[in-house]
């Protein structure tokens, strides 16, 4: 179940802090009035946090049908996990682009003029 924090609405309640963390189900309605000192609340945003529980890696990919590769050296992958080939090499030209793409200045978005 989920954390939801609420607030006051127009004023700060000395009884609650300020904040009020309840634990609700996602289907339940926001509360309108804290259980505690009865003012009226509000919901507000607060930071979410989330813990991956199963492991997944190169094996893991490799049984449900991808093929994953490190880089081994410049412009060559070799194979981790998977079907596929063993190793994938990047042509010169394709290396030497690669290079130049890197080179180039980075675009700047004029949030005023768009």
């Known amino acids: 179940m989920p954390i939801y924090e ?3 609405c127009d004023r700060d309640c000395f009884i609650c802090e300020g904040k009020l963390q309840l634990m609700q189900s996602i289907s339940e ?3 309108g009035l804290c259980p505690f000192c009865g003012m009226e609340i509000k919901k507000i945003v607060s930071r ?19 093929s994953t ?13 998977g079907d596929g080939a063993d190793y994938l090499v990047g042509s010169k030209e394709d290396i030497a682009a690669v290079e130049a793409e890197k080179q180039k200045p980075a675009k700047k978005l004029d949030l005023d003029k768009a």
């Open 6 to 8: 609420y607030e006051p």
């Open 69 to 81: 590769y490190k880089k081994s050296e410049k412009g060559v992958w070799e194979k981790v996990g």
């Open 29 to 31: 309605d926001a509360l």
């Open 48 to 66: 979410a946090t989330f813990k991956l529980q199963k492991h997944s890696g190169a094996e893991d990919a490799g049984k449900k049908g991808f």
